[in-house]
């Protein structure tokens, strides 16, 4: 069995779309009909259950990390996609786990049958050991000069411990007040691996609590958001179900945009 490749969103600043992000990019990647659990790990804002209609779930992350409950009975799966999820529970308070924990935690994700592993993590700074497991993180930010200041401080604190990382612009409105992206890329180590149009539907849907890549599929968001996921769908071992030629997903996803 493929070990699950696991990418960790994160972000030093509050309010980049993080979980947006990080929930989008899992149903997009199950929409492409690979294994997808989602985990919700901002144990400082929980909001992933508030993404996809789940506040009636009371097991979460922090039950497993304490052992209270099993893993695979702790996932939920949200119906309109048949997407895994593993969410922050709502009612626990703030914690800080351990590195034994976290070294339990991350020896129990190895084991489990899922192609990805998407974790939402909490803004800021964490302890090495709580992404030293990641495959690769994924760092979002928006195209202003507090949080692309907070993303560079983050690239390089996952680059002192050799963690692959890819920018994400989010947010972006092509206004003359937003800081270019060649400008961006020019003082990056590499080109921004994604932009993401900032579209009034995120925001609706979020409302609605039904992500936009399923509310909206024609939104540009969505778009770049099943082009974020189909690059990021190399990384994993593992094929898609039902896999037969590369294009057939490309067929899929234009079959599911009715494009």
């Not at 702790?74 to 048949?82: D, L, Q, R």
């Not at 968001?221 to 990021?232: E, H, I, V």
Request: glycine share 4%; net charge neutral.
């Amino acid at each position: 069995m493929p070990k699950p490749y696991i990418l960790g969103i994160a972000s030093h600043k509050g309010g980049v779309g993080k979980t947006t992000v990080a929930v989008n990019l899992a149903i997009s990647l199950k929409l492409l009909n690979y294994k997808v659990l989602l985990i919700g790990m901002d144990v400082a804002n929980p909001n992933l259950c508030f993404h996809l209609g789940l506040e009636d779930a009371n097991i979460g992350f922090q039950d497993v990390i304490k052992k209270k409950a099993d893993i695979l009975k702790a996932i939920a799966i949200h119906n309109p996609t048949g997407l895994s999820i593993l969410p922050e529970a709502l009612s626990e308070s703030e914690f800080i786990a351990t590195k034994s924990q976290f070294d339990e935690f991350k020896s129990k994700l190895a084991k489990l049958n899922f192609d990805f592993i998407i974790i939402d993590t909490s803004p800021g700074f964490h302890q090495p050991y709580e992404f030293d497991h990641w495959d690769e993180g994924i760092i979002v930010s928006t195209p202003d000069m507090p949080s692309v200041s907070a993303a560079m401080r983050t690239e390089k604190e996952f680059r002192s411990h050799k963690i692959k990382s890819s920018l994400v612009m989010n947010k972006v409105r092509n206004k003359s007040y937003e800081i270019h992206l060649n400008e961006i890329e020019e003082t990056w180590t590499e080109r921004i691996y994604a932009v993401l149009p900032d579209s009034e539907n995120v925001r609706s849907s979020l409302s609605e609590q039904i992500p936009v890549t399923i509310k909206h599929k024609h939104d540009p968001f969505s778009y770049a958001l099943f082009d974020m996921a189909n690059k990021y769908s190399g990384r994993s071992q593992a094929k898609p179900l039902n896999y037969t030629y590369h294009i057939g997903i490309i067929r899929r996803i234009r079959e599911f945009l009715h494009i």
